[in-house]
Structure formats: structure tokens, C-alpha cells
């Protein structure tokens, strides 16, 4: 056989493997193994190659990244960041049709900001908002929906796993995958908010109205989240702003991983402070994340084996000189593509898929031209891959969000869950429409940061907007309400 029949035959197996229940991390690295000893004819060569293979995996420093981050958002979730993002969000929209809904949108996003999961996103907003709707009257699917959707904003508002495993896999700049991924990040949290508002319009009595909060209160509530916003700031401005004014460009406090561990530190600080970070609730922390990173660390080590078969078939170089002499429009391989991920969705894990995929994919983009520089067409390849791959996150039957979400609500049925998920799934297909129509939507910041402009601007700008955006708020509501 050839190396790309080999290759094909191999990875049939091992999706074979999936569907029977192995662990991914096991299918892919017994694939890999028996590969490797197949093609190169002798068991020595896998075992040769696993001498140095498991040193030179877990000895990236960019990989340390991961288990702080998920410490970072498991002190997040102990310290009740949630509920004071989903309280100031809800006093501020709760009293317009659908508000409650929209306010675990924004508490959503705003704790993906802090977190990096979308599993922990959708379990802790799950856990604050999902009683909150319920008692106000909103539908099951319209409840369920929203909480599973917005969950998936922990994976696209930076920081994100995700984008840090897809930069390290394509030798790009973490900094400016974080940058790419802020503006799709908010786009998304925009989408479902519309979406809230056309579904409550067509059907009346799936949400009802809560009170109308005094202002003193909504800035009290507000008030209350400014640790939030202040770590997320100081973890992205240290990783990618400009803090030498005199001499503009990218000159960074601090690398994403010891972003990172700031990060950790002070929300852990801000769990003390709050009393929410006890000491059974610290271990309980280390101890996820231990579990979380060695599971995200096994698969990542199935996945190199993997590779490493792969790449001695020659099979992804194979492929790419295929498409290219095929004369393929690059358009239609890349919607081909994003295609695959959306089947892949429905049966796999976001992590897994960004693994398995990306070795075969990314040579294959890498050789078409999209009118971008290759960092350009990398970044924004990577941007429009961690979208598809959260919109899998909440596509049946193996949505992982949609599962985290009926676990809190066991007497609602799982086809009402699906039912009001699919105007969100059709809001993220816009999203990625427009995306992948306009790829300077996602280059813009990294842009801005990266062309000889201070970035201290981006903030500067973001700041301005939002504050706009509450000021006219505010005023609207004055004039409705006559205060």
C-alpha cells in the first residue's frame, strides 16, 4: 500500500476505535504505534521514537500555560465571579422581554474572560442562571439553549485552551491568537443577544419580565464586578500592550505564561477575598486542575504519536500537493473543511478534533493562497477552526454543553435542550459566513498591535465604546422610566 492509503486505513481504525468507547488519547496513540511499526516494518521504530517523543512533547514551556490557566478559572468559579456577573447583567437588562436570557449571555462572556473552558463556563453559569430563568417563567428550551450556547464563549473570549494548543501546534504567536479571537469573541455574545431578542418576539411566552432595578442598585451590582474586568485587562494588556509610549510597537510586560500565572494569582487573591476560595475549595481546585491538565496532556501525547505516524506515511504533505495541482478554489477547500468540523462535532470533543485534524488540515491552507501572509492565513484559519469547533460543542447528539446543561436540569427533556439551541447553532454559521467572507474583522486588532501603532489605542478605543454603549443605555432607560 501506499503511505496515503496507509494513512486512510489508519485513521479509520482509530475513528473505529472512538465509536467503541476508547479513550482518544488510547485510540490515537495504538493507531499511531501499530502505524509507525507497520511502515517502518520492526517494533524498534515506535519504541525508538517514543524514547524521545514524551520528553519532547511535555518539555514546551508554552505548554505550562494550560494547567494555569485552568487554575485561573477554577478559582474564578470557588471566588463567585459568576454570580456577581450574572447579578450586574441581570439587573441591567432583566426587566426587558428575554433580559434574563441576554444578562447570562454577557455574564457568560464576561466569565469566559476569566476561565478559558467552555465546559466550566456552561456548568457555573448553568448552575447561577438556569434557577433564575426557570423562576421567572422562561420556556425550558429557550433556558437551556441559551446557557449551553453562551457556555461555548469560554472557549472564543481569550483566554482560551483551545487557541493556546492550535498556536503551539502551528508554531504561531499565542498574543496574537488572543487579539484574533476577541472581536469573533464578541460578535458571538452580540449574535445570541439577538437571537434572544428575535425568539422572544416570535414566541411571546417563552420569557416573561423581573422587576425594574432601581440605578443605585444596577451600579452597586456593577460595581461588584470590576475585579473581573480589571484582571482580564491587566492579563491581556501585560501579554500584548504597549508599555514603552516612547518607542510604539509590541513590547510586552510579560509572556502569555507568566500572564497566566498572574492571572491565577490574583484571581486566587480575589477568592480570599471574597471568602469564597476556603481551604477544602483551594484543594478542590488543585485537584481539578491536575485531573483536567493530565487529561488534556494524555491526549495531546495520543496525538503526537499520531503525528508521528502520519508523518512517516508522508500523508498531509501527500494531500496538500493533491489540492494544490488539483486547481481547487482555496474558498471551497477552506468551506470543505469547516464542513468536516461540523460533522466531526457531532461526535467528537473540541480538543480532540483540533488535535487529529490540524496536522492534515493546516498543510493544506498553508499551501493555498488567500491573498494573506502565511502568519495572516494561519491566524485567521486557527479563529474560524475554534468557532466551528465551539458551535460542535452545542450540535447534537454529542454536544458536550448540551449534556453539561441537562445534568443541572434532569427533568427537562433533551430534545427542548436541542430544540433551543438551533437558533443559536444558525446565529454561529452567520458568524461564520461573515468571518470567513471579511478576514479583516479578525485580523484588525492583531493589526492595530502589530504595525507600528501603540496598543495601548485598542484599549483606549474598546473602553470608549463601552462606555458609549452604557451611557446611551442609561439615558434610554431614564427617558422610558421618567427617573
Known amino acids: 500500500m501506499t503511505g496515503m492509503e496507509i494513512a486512510l486505513v489508519g485513521f479509520g481504525l482509530m475513528l473505529l476505535g472512538i465509536f467503541l468507547r476508547i479513550p482518544i488519547a488510547v485510540a490515537m496513540a495504538i493507531t499511531g504505534f501499530v502505524g509507525i511499526w507497520y511502515v517502518r516494518g520492526t517494533p524498534a521504530a515506535p519504541m525508538a521514537q517514543l524514547k524521545t517523543l514524551t520528553y519532547d512533547t511535555f518539555s514546551s514551556y508554552s505548554l505550562s500555560i494550560v494547567p494555569l490557566f485552568l487554575l485561573m478559572g477554577q478559582f474564578a468559579t470557588k471566588s463567585g465571579m459568576s454570580a456577581a456577573l450574572f447579578q450586574a447583567a441581570s439587573d441591567w437588562l432583566g426587566h426587558r422581554k428575554g433580559g434574563v436570557a441576554m444578562a447570562a449571555v454577557g455574564a457568560s462572556a464576561g466569565f469566559g474572560a476569566v476561565c478559558g473552558s467552555s465546559l466550566a463556563t456552561a456548568s457555573t453559569m448553568g448552575q447561577v442562571a438556569l434557577p433564575?430563568?426557570?423562576?421567572?417563567?422562561?420556556?425550558?428550551?429557550?433556558?437551556?439553549?441559551?446557557?449551553?450556547?453562551?457556555?461555548?464563549?469560554?472557549?472564543?473570549?481569550?483566554?482560551?485552551?483551545?487557541?493556546?494548543?492550535?498556536?503551539?501546534?502551528?508554531?504561531?504567536?499565542?498574543?496574537?491568537?488572543?487579539?484574533a479571537a476577541l472581536i469573533p469573541g464578541l460578535l458571538a455574545a452580540l449574535g445570541y443577544m439577538i437571537v434572544v431578542m428575535i425568539y422572544v418576539?416570535?414566541?411571546?411566552?417563552?420569557?416573561?419580565?423581573?422587576?425594574?432595578?432601581?440605578?443605585?442598585?444596577?451600579?452597586?451590582?456593577?460595581?461588584?464586578?470590576?475585579?473581573?474586568?480589571?484582571?482580564f485587562a491587566l492579563v491581556m494588556y501585560g501579554i500584548a500592550g504597549d508599555w514603552n509610549w516612547s518607542n510604539p510597537g509590541p513590547d510586552a510586560l510579560f509572556t502569555p505564561t507568566e500572564g497566566a500565572a498572574v492571572g491565577a494569582v490574583l484571581t486566587g487573591l480575589y477568592g480570599l477575598w471574597t471568602?469564597?476560595?476556603?481551604?477544602?475549595?483551594?484543594?478542590?481546585?488543585?485537584?481539578?486542575?491536575?485531573?483536567?491538565?493530565a487529561m488534556i496532556f494524555f491526549i495531546v501525547f495520543g496525538a503526537a504519536v499520531f503525528n508521528s505516524f502520519l508523518a512517516t506515511t508522508q500523508a498531509p504533505q501527500a494531500m496538500a500537493d493533491w489540492v494544490t495541482t488539483q486547481g481547487f478554489a482555496p474558498a471551497l477547500v477552506l468551506v470543505a473543511m469547516l464542513a468536516t468540523y461540523l460533522l466531526f462535532g457531532c461526535v467528537m470533543d473540541s480538543l480532540s478534533m483540533i488535535?487529529?485534524?490540524?496536522?492534515?488540515?493546516?498543510?493544506?491552507?498553508?499551501?493555498?493562497?488567500?491573498?494573506?501572509?502565511?502568519?495572516?492565513?494561519?491566524?485567521?484559519?486557527?479563529i474560524l477552526v475554534l468557532i466551528v469547533v465551539e458551535v460542535g460543542l452545542i450540535t447534537p447528539p454529542v454536544g458536550m454543553n448540551l449534556f453539561i446543561i441537562n445534568s443541572l436540569a434532569k427533568d427537562i427533556p433533551m430534545a427542548k435542550t436541542y430544540a433551543g439551541v438551533t437558533p443559536f447553532v444558525l446565529s454561529d454559521l452567520v458568524r461564520v459566513a461573515i468571518l470567513v467572507l471579511f478576514p479583516g474583522i479578525t485580523l484588525y486588532l492583531v493589526n492595530i498591535a502589530y504595525d507600528g501603532v501603540s496598543a495601548v489605542w485598542i484599549w483606549v478605543g474598546l473602553g470608549l465604546v463601552a462606555a458609549a454603549i452604557i451611557l446611551s443605555t442609561v439615558l434610554r432607560n431614564l427617558r422610558a422610566s421618567g427617573d
Open 132 to 179: 433564575e430563568m426557570r423562576k421567572r417563567g422562561y420556556s425550558d428550551a429557550l433556558s437551556t439553549g441559551v446557557l449551553a450556547a453562551g457556555g461555548t464563549l469560554g472557549i472564543l473570549i481569550p483566554p482560551s485552551i483551545i487557541l493556546v494548543i492550535y498556536a503551539i501546534m502551528t508554531s504561531q504567536n499565542i498574543v496574537k491568537m488572543f487579539l
Open 201 to 231: 418576539r416570535v414566541r411571546p411566552n417563552a420569557a416573561d419580565t423581573a422587576p425594574r432595578t432601581p440605578y443605585r442598585q444596577r451600579f452597586k451590582s456593577l460595581g461588584r464586578t470590576w475585579p473581573v474586568f480589571a484582571i
Open 275 to 293: 471568602r469564597g476560595l476556603t481551604w477544602p475549595a483551594f484543594v478542590e481546585s488543585i485537584y481539578a486542575t491536575a485531573t483536567a491538565s
Open 355 to 382: 488535535l487529529l485534524t490540524i496536522p492534515i488540515f493546516f498543510p493544506i491552507i498553508s499551501a493555498l493562497d488567500f491573498g494573506m501572509s502565511a502568519e495572516a492565513t494561519a491566524i485567521w484559519f486557527g
